[in-house]
């Protein structure tokens, strides 16, 4: 007779991630470890680490790193969650900045400014959360068979290996 036991992996995790580019990463492979090996479908874990990479890039370029004590001087934090419907909720909570978090309308020669449009055409839902003491959380919802299927398609550059230039970034 074989004894079975199963290993419970977190459907939820939380973590400081510093203020900057030498921690994303880390929390990539963090969260597509986590939620690969909580059975979480590979094409709802793509678009969640692609996600959680613009939040992580925005927060970084644009908010200001937490200040508590409990977050680390420096840091950012970034979490995730799997409620009982299956959905999973990403979220980046930065000490806030001068502007709001909004999407751009970038020219097509523009550097950037289409993060927000990548994580709008992803996520079934997505937001901004301030609190008083003047963090801001920007959260996304991402459910399988949501994403915009010509997403890709309208991303789509000839002889350019998204794939290739995202692994570049680790």
Same mark, same amino acid.
């Given at each position: ?65 937490? &200040?508590?004590? +409990? !977050?680390?001087? @420096?840091? *950012?934090?970034?979490?995730?969650? /799997?409620?009982?419907?299956? =959905? ?38 997505? &937001?901004?959360? +301030? !609190?008083?003491? @003047?963090? *801001?959380?920007?959260?996304?919802? /991402?459910?399988?068979?949501? =994403? ?23």
């Amino acid at each position: 007779m074989a004894l079975v036991v199963a290993q419970e992996v977190p459907t939820s995790s939380s973590m400081a991630v510093p203020h900057g580019p030498a921690g994303v990463g880390q929390a990539r492979h963090r969260m597509q470890e986590q939620l690969l090996g909580s059975g979480v479908p590979e094409s709802v874990v793509d678009d969640a680490v692609l996600i959680l990479s613009e939040l992580l890039s925005n927060s970084c370029r644009h908010g200001r790193p937490l &200040g508590h004590a +409990d !977050s680390g001087d @420096g840091d *950012v934090r970034a979490a995730w969650r /799997v409620d009982g419907a299956g =959905r999973l909720t990403v979220e980046v909570t930065d000490g806030g900045g001068p502007t709001r978090p909004i999407p751009a309308k970038p020219s097509v020669t523009a550097r950037g400014g289409r993060g927000l449009n990548i994580i709008k055409a992803l996520a079934q839902d997505w &937001g901004v959360r +301030d !609190s008083a003491s @003047g963090e *801001v959380t920007v959260w996304a919802v /991402v459910t399988q068979g949501h =994403r915009r299927e010509d997403f890709a398609t309208r991303l789509a550059v000839p002889g350019f290996d998204f794939a290739d230039a995202y692994d570049d970034l680790d």
